[in-house]
């Protein structure tokens, strides 16, 4: 069955400080994997895709890693913001399988000052 | 573009009423996906469409629950008659040719008393 499970749940940290989420998935065949942010009251929004053959892109002062091996994905926010408060998705695509995406539960940030 | 548009973006109605919710696509995307989330369950695919067409609905809960898509500009969801569980927020989204990254809108927040 595919699955995408991340961790943790919730994440309370101070402004400035670094963040890493984690997500894990036992999807297959994988196709591609996306982390979006999705701001309270809003839908959720892009962050980055990550392909097979790609282990880490940046996008600003997010930074996010595959191993497609362990199948594992991080995302890493480096000088936290307020406004980086939000919940974080990863979503993981099966190849040749339309549009069939696979949801993990998110991660619920909140940074304080 | 405008991006995903939906309405309204909050519903308050009363069990057994009727509702509908609508949903325009970012033009030229040909697949439109409608969304529940709640606490819980976190983000569930009801139902997706390509080219207009149904692909897979198993994730339409009951029969209460139906969906159109008349053109490639817009589309309903409706439940009836609603009831309290059917209370979350709803997103459409919409897809062009590049695989998994979804645009959503704002979704529209349902609350059935």
């Known amino acids: 069955k595919n699955q995408v499970e991340q961790s943790p749940q919730s994440l309370i940290i101070l402004e400035g400080k670094n963040c890493t989420l984690q997500?894990?998935?036992?999807?297959?065949?994988?196709?591609?994997l996306r982390w979006y942010k999705q701001d309270t009251g809003r839908g959720p929004v892009s962050l980055t895709i990550m392909t097979f053959s790609e282990n880490t892109k940046s996008n600003g002062r997010y930074t996010a890693t595959l191993d497609a091996d362990t199948k594992q994905s991080s995302l890493h926010i480096t000088a936290s913001q307020l406004s980086d408060s939000a919940s974080y998705i990863c979503?993981?695509?099966?190849?040749?399988?339309?549009?069939?995406?696979?949801f993990g539960g998110g991660t619920r940030l909140m940074v304080k000052p | 573009d405008a991006g995903v548009i939906q309405s309204p973006r909050h519903e308050v109605t009363e069990m057994g009423q009727e509702v509908t919710l609508r949903c325009k696509p970012i033009?030229?995307?040909?697949?439109l996906f409608w969304y529940r989330q709640t606490m819980m369950r976190g983000l569930e695919l009801l139902i997706y469409f390509n080219n207009n067409v149904p692909i897979d609905d198993s994730g339409m809960p009951e029969d209460r629950f139906s969906a159109k898509m008349p053109n490639a500009s817009f589309s309903t969801l409706k439940i009836q008659p609603s009831e309290p569980r059917d209370s979350a927020v709803y997103f459409c989204?919409?897809?062009?040719?590049?695989?998994?990254?979804?645009?959503f809108g704002e979704g529209s927040r349902l609350t059935v008393l």
């Open positions: 033009s030229g995307h040909n697949s």
């Open positions: 989204a919409s897809s062009g040719t590049r695989a998994g990254e979804l645009f």
């Open positions: 997500c894990n998935y036992t999807v297959s065949p994988f196709s591609n």
């Open positions: 979503v993981v695509s099966v190849e040749n399988a339309g549009n069939m995406l696979t």
